[in-house]
T-cell receptor, first 111, second 115 residues
Framework: DAKTTQPPSMDCAEGRAANLPCNHS???????VYWYRQIHSQGPQYIIH???NNETNEMASLIITEDRKSSTLILPHATLRDTAVYYC????????????FGSGTKLNVKP | DADVTQTPRNRITKTGKRIMLECSQT?????MYWYRQDPGLGLRLIYY???????NKGEISDGYSVSRQAQAKFSLSLESAIPNQTALYFC??????????????FGDGTRLSIL
């Protein structure tokens, strides 16, 4: 499965939108982009996934570029509770046994 | 009650001991997974099971074994624990059909220290 590249850390002011980038230049046509987050040392939490269209749910929005080589996870109004490590993963649909979590991006939401 | 329950939550033991970590779920998912996480790193897959009769090795299965006793239970064993198996261990389940809003669920983890 394709690997991803994420910045190791980002800061965001509370109440502002947090935009987390991910590069996946070797993504295959049947691979989806998944986002998870891990708050402190809790179990990771699934956020959203998409193939090529932008997706939105109650937690976040996922914007995938037209060439699918990169994506952005958007938390529209970040709160302190959104401070976590965010993982971008590329894999075939629901192929969780092939997930590669990498090191993710540590998002620090500041008051 | 948690959907995915791991026991124990914390364990300290000595080198050479046999350790069993247990995972039970109420999600009704067929697929279950065991991961380990080392400090500052992402999760790595140890074993996974797509149903009761299906067990598969993951990326780092050496030194570990598993048992799928029922759809709801998936145990991870360290036959002879060694210090470099000190880590945070997570169990997860998944919905293969993706019909739920949360296609994969994780437990809260077991922190294992081997002295």
């Amino acid at each position: 499965d394709a690997k991803t590249t994420q910045p190791p850390s980002m800061d965001c002011a509370e109440g502002r939108a947090a935009n987390l980038p991910c590069n996946h230049s070797t993504i295959s046509g049947n691979e989806y982009v998944y986002w998870y987050r891990q708050i402190h040392s809790q179990g990771p939490q699934y956020i959203i996934h998409g193939l090529k269209n932008n997706e939105t749910n109650e937690m976040a929005s996922l914007i995938i570029t037209e060439d699918r080589k990169s994506s952005t996870l958007i938390l529209p109004h970040a709160t302190l509770r959104d401070t976590a490590v965010y993982y971008c993963i590329v894999s075939q649909i629901y192929n969780f046994n092939k997930f590669y979590f990498g090191s993710g991006t540590k998002l620090n939401v500041k008051p | 009650d948690a959907d995915v329950t791991q026991t124990p939550r914390n364990r300290i033991t000595k080198t050479g001991k046999r350790i069993m970590l247990e995972c039970s779920q109420t999600k009704g998912h067929d697929r279950m997974y065991w991961y380990r996480q080392d400090p500052g790193l992402g999760l790595r897959l140890i074993y996974y099971s797509f149903d009761v009769k299906d067990i598969n090795k993951g990326e780092i299965s050496d030194g570990y074994s598993v048992s799928r006793q029922a759809q709801a239970k998936f145990s991870l064993s360290l036959e002879s624990a060694i210090p470099n198996q000190t880590a945070l261990y997570f169990c997860a389940t998944s919905d293969p059909d993706g019909t739920s809003n949360q296609p994969q669920h994780f437990g809260d983890g077991t922190r294992l220290s081997i002295l």
